[in-house]
Nanobody, 125 residues
Framework: QVQLVESGGGLVQAGGSLRLSCAAS????????MGWFRQAPGKEREFVAA????????NYADSVKGRFTISRDNAKNTVYLQMNSLKPEDTAVYYC??????????????????WGQGTQVTVSS
């Protein structure tokens, strides 16, 4: 079993930055790829970014490329999502997820085995 706990969400003005963290426990952190997804009110959950086990391969949604950066610290069992130049349309609940079956990062929600509870990000205009 794996537990994922997100933190770092909050309210920020458009153009601002936030860094989300996701702390993992329960299994060897370096044995799974990690992803971030988000769900805005009234919308389906969507892919944001993902990172391979080693951290050498990344994958981003087109809507966040150049603004968001995913990274991981395997020594701290933590994955991060640095979000810059935030826009009101980035407002959503952000979830981290762990994928044990693939080495490379996936954009597909159903590829992920464990999920956190989510953290709210609100960007005001």
């Amino acid at each position: 079993q794996v537990q994922l706990v997100e933190s770092g969400g909050g309210l920020v003005q458009a153009g601002g930055s936030l860094r989300l963290s996701c702390a993992a426990s329960g299994r060897t952190f370096s044995s799974y790829a990690m992803g971030w997804f988000r769900q805005a009110p009234g919308k389906e959950r969507e892919f944001v970014a993902a990172l391979s086990r080693s951290g050498s391969n990344t994958n981003y949604a087109d809507s966040v490329k150049g603004r968001f950066t995913i990274s991981r610290d395997n020594a701290k069992n933590t994955v991060y999502l640095q979000m810059n130049s935030l826009k009101p349309e980035d407002t959503a609940v952000y979830y981290c997820a762990a994928d044990f079956r693939r080495v490379l990062p996936s954009q597909i929600e159903y590829d992920y085995d464990y999920w956190g509870q989510g953290t709210q990000v609100t960007v005001s205009s």
